[in-house]
């Protein structure tokens, strides 16, 4: 990611620590999700990747692809060990996410958008509108199968690594 100017990367990568060591998005580490993974690891990890594809593409905004990516699962709790959310959690959680969102960090329309519709097709009405929403939708579902792809006991082996790997925005 070096075709940055250096200043807009010095902000993206402001934003991303800052997000990185609250604690209130550190409490995603408790959330399981993909066979072994969880939801802090996950999030971060489809921050990197989409914004890796949206620099390498260009035009796009940065800040809310950036921000969308890190809270688009902050739903905050744990589907499987709450019958009750188990059936809808695929087709709710967008929603749920984004209102937490809003909730504990004021974001935009822009980026609620994005994470309202990055469950899409699922989620039959709340499309990706813009080219920020279709890549952040991508990469979800990328990361998403990579996670799956992969055995409980291989993430677990490679916990650290991840966890190392998703320290910083830029390397
Ligand atoms: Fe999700
Ligand atoms: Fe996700």
């Known amino acids: 990611m070096k075709e940055l100017d250096a200043k807009i990367q010095k902000e993206l990568e402001e934003i991303y620590q800052q997000f990185f060591f609250n604690p209130l998005i550190q409490k995603m580490k408790e959330i399981p999700m993909h066979r072994g993974s969880n939801c802090f690891i996950h999030s971060f ?18 800040k809310a692809i ?5 809270l688009h699962d902050y739903y905050l709790y744990d589907w499987r060990s709450d019958r009750s959310k188990k059936k809808k959690h695929g087709r709710r959680h967008p929603f749920i996410a984004e209102a937490n969102a809003r909730r504990d960090f004021h974001i935009d329309s822009e980026v609620s958008d994005i994470i309202k519709s990055h469950m899409w097709p699922l ?13 952040v939708n991508h990469a979800d579902n990328v990361i998403a199968t990579r996670e799956f792809a992969t055995s409980k006991a291989f993430k677990k082996k490679r916990e650290q690594r991840y966890l190392k790997f998703i320290e910083k925005l830029f390397d």
């Open 66 to 70: 950036l921000i969308a990516s890190i």
């Open 45 to 62: 990890k489809v921050a990197k990747f989409a914004m890796r594809k949206a620099i390498k593409r260009k035009n796009y905004h940065l």
């Open 123 to 135: 989620t039959i009405k709340s499309f990706p509108k813009t080219k920020e929403a279709k890549l």
